[in-house]
């Protein structure tokens, strides 16, 4: 007897199937490049003068999110391995989207929108 289920549902549970790193995956998650990130973030958290406790947690998380989604177009843009350039981006992504969302405001206020 054959059963009918919705793409997702069979998509979910492939990917259950393959355990915590299929999870991961799933959600975009590369667990090198998050690696890679964390620890450059660490590492600008640590080279920060009179840096208090909760900009050290935001290093880290920013760090590692950043070099995780942006790692792989860094590593190809600036032609080094996955590694560096991960580290390189975990090591600057609180400056990467703090420009990033300067950016952003300067588009929204030049189209005529109020950032709130």
């Given at each position: 007897?054959?059963?009918?289920?919705?793409?997702?549902?069979?998509?979910?549970?492939?990917?259950?199937?393959?355990?915590?790193?299929?999870?991961?995956?799933?959600?975009?998650?590369?667990?090198?490049?998050?690696?890679?990130?964390?620890?450059g973030g660490a590492v600008a958290a640590l080279i920060m003068r009179q840096i208090?406790?909760?900009?050290?947690?935001?290093?880290?998380?920013?760090?590692?999110?950043?070099?995780?989604?942006?790692?792989?177009?860094?590593?190809?843009?600036?032609?080094?391995?996955?590694?560096?350039?991960?580290?390189?981006?975990?090591?600057?992504?609180?400056?990467?989207?703090?420009?990033?969302?300067?950016?952003?405001?300067?588009?929204?206020?030049?189209?005529?929108?109020?950032?709130?």
């Amino acid at each position: 007897m054959e059963t009918s289920l919705p793409e997702e549902t069979l998509t979910c549970q492939i990917t259950v199937d393959h355990g915590l790193h299929g999870v991961l995956l799933y959600l975009g998650i590369k667990l090198p490049d998050l690696i890679a990130g964390f620890a450059g973030g660490a590492v600008a958290a640590l080279i920060m003068r009179q840096i208090k406790p909760y900009e050290v947690v935001a290093s880290v998380i920013v760090g590692s999110l950043t070099a995780n989604y942006l790692g792989g177009p860094a590593a190809q843009f600036i032609g080094l391995g996955s590694g560096a350039a991960t580290f390189i981006v975990g090591l600057t992504g609180m400056a990467v989207c703090q420009g990033i969302m300067e950016a952003g405001r300067k588009w929204r206020a030049k189209v005529g929108g109020e950032p709130k």
